[in-house]
């Protein structure tokens, strides 16, 4: 009897640790948000802040070529760690000092693979992590999230993946949201009509697509990707037509972390633009000298179409060179380090060696210079790409940065092209500026030399721009 009983109790106790095992949960450092995981068919996930469910029944699983990551899961250990810290970033975008404190909760999974999430007290934030021997063709991943009642949709919805990320947002109910409707662009801002503001973005975006999000028509949303383009057509100087894609949004290393997907969670609205969840999950600098990057407002001709006016104008405004000495003198006498100049400072858009000798860029650089003003030039990126030793040449001349233009798209190839920029940019001293670009999403901190991404419904459009 006793070891019927014996038995019984052993049976009982396995049991409950494989029920531990399925069932997990990882609070914030201040005990009020919490990531509460099932583990069973998938890795499902809810959100909550105290006692409130904000988000319930989310899942998430990365879909490779010959494997599904988080379908039918096998946890093999989980590893918990605290981390407070705080560093000093390059380009204090926010605040000078960033503090990173959180709860961290490693899974590991049988199939080489890992998740890793956060909790922060202002967010929870989560990754794949893969350890495959070789490379991999990721063919989708499953961001699902669900809500537990009606909430407000603040949303950019382009009309498709190509997109200059200009488009007026649109505020929709979260029960509205059909599967047939227009995507968004990150980042999302969820409104749940008590206290809670819920802003969806990601970080660490690396040779990998930006992430879009579509309604599920259940009162939910998913992910959506573009996929890699294979085969580029012509289609003028701005850009180029994708003549054929494949039927994978990555093809990756097997060995590596994958973007963050993070949840920001308030009940302050101003906490949504202080927050440094972008910061905190990015790739550090991987500059060594940063001394150079000095980052500053500049005085823009292209609205003016080149054309000040004014009692001190004594000259016929235009692309030339006295307009834009101009702008250089109103730039220096108001301490504004910089002048952007638009198109038009070169003889051709595809060539960017040869100015626009109404302009002479050499001999406004060399003005800049006595008058403490440096000159950013504007370019498409598809002459860049086509250009790309262009760097070099634009440190000798002595043009402190570029204004990239026309991207349009995020799929892997370009979020790529975001980095060699970056990269190549920083090895000859050029600060860089993405226009009509996908949101911030680590890049800028990890390549500090990008100080600006444009792509909002601005000044540019004028009577389209409202709050």
Same mark, same amino acid.
């Given at each position: ?5 014996? @038995? ?9 640790? =494989? ?88 899974? @590991? ?6 998740? &890793? ?35 407000? =949709? ?20 979260? @029960? ?35 992430l879009f999000l579509k309604g599920t028509g259940t009162n939910g949303m998913q992910s959506v990707f573009p ?15 994708? =003549? ?66 004014? *009692? ?42 040869? *100015? ?19 000159? %950013?030039?504007? =370019? @498409?990126?598809?002459? %860049?790409?086509?250009?790309? &030793? ?13 204004k990239i233009d026309f991207m349009d798209r995020s799929d892997q190839w370009m979020v790529n092209y975001y ?12 600060? %860089? ?16 030399? %990008? ?17």
């Amino acid at each position: 009897m006793k070891k019927i009983l014996l @038995t019984v109790l052993l049976i009982n106790c396995f049991a409950l640790y =494989l029920h531990a095992q399925k069932q997990t949960e990882l609070s914030s450092p201040n005990g009020e948000l919490k990531v509460s995981l099932n583990i069973s068919d998938k890795i499902y996930y809810n959100i909550s802040y105290n006692s409130d469910t904000l988000l319930t029944n989310n899942y998430l699983q990365l879909n490779l070529r010959n494997d599904t990551l988080g379908q039918k899961p096998k946890l093999a250990k989980q590893k918990r760690s605290q981390v407070k810290s705080e560093s000093k970033p390059v380009v204090p975008l926010k605040f000078s000092t960033v503090k990173d404190e959180y709860n961290q909760l490693l899974l @590991t999974f049988k199939g080489d693979y890992s998740i &890793e999430f956060r909790a922060y007290n202002d967010g929870i934030a989560y990754r794949f992590i893969t350890n495959k021997k070789t490379e991999v063709e990721v063919l989708g991943e499953d961001f699902v999230v669900n809500f537990p009642a009606g909430y407000l =949709l603040h949303l950019q919805q382009p009309g498709s993946f190509k997109t200059a990320y200009e488009e007026p947002y649109t505020h929709i109910e979260s @029960t509205d949201w059909k599967a047939s409707d227009k995507m968004a662009v990150l980042p999302v801002l969820i409104d749940t009509k008590k206290q809670y503001k819920i802003l969806i973005s990601e970080s660490d975006l690396s040779d990998y697509p930006c992430l879009f999000l579509k309604g599920t028509g259940t009162n939910g949303m998913q992910s959506v990707f573009p996929k890699v383009p294979l085969e580029f057509g012509d289609d003028g100087d701005r850009s180029v037509k994708l =003549l054929k894609e494949a039927d994978y949004i990555a093809k990756t290393s097997g060995k590596r972390n994958y973007p963050w997907r993070y949840f920001v969670i308030t009940k302050d609205d101003k906490q949504l633009i202080e927050n440094t969840m972008t910061y905190n999950l990015a790739t550090k600098s991987q500059l060594q000298d940063v001394s150079w990057i000095k980052p500053g407002q500049v005085s823009w001709e292209w609205w003016n179409d080149a054309s000040p006016y004014g *009692p001190d104008v004594n000259f016929v405004a235009g692309y030339n060179l006295e307009t834009y000495k101009y702008y250089i003198d109103f730039a220096s006498k108001f301490g504004i380090p910089y002048i952007i100049m638009d198109e038009g400072w070169a003889m051709s858009t595809r060539d960017p060696y040869t *100015p626009n000798p109404k302009v002479d860029v050499h001999e406004l650089i060399r003005y800049g210079k006595e008058k403490n003003v440096g000159i %950013v030039l504007w =370019l @498409t990126w598809l002459v %860049v790409e086509n250009n790309f &030793e262009i760097f070099k040449t634009f440190q000798e001349w002595g043009v402190k940065g570029v204004k990239i233009d026309f991207m349009d798209r995020s799929d892997q190839w370009m979020v790529n092209y975001y980095e060699r920029v970056a990269k190549e940019a920083a090895k000859y001293n050029i600060l %860089v500026d993405f226009h009509g670009s996908f949101k911030p999403a680590g890049l800028e901190y990890k390549y500090p030399n %990008v100080l600006s991404y444009e792509g909002v419904r601005g000044m540019e459009q004028m009577g389209g721009c409202t709050p």
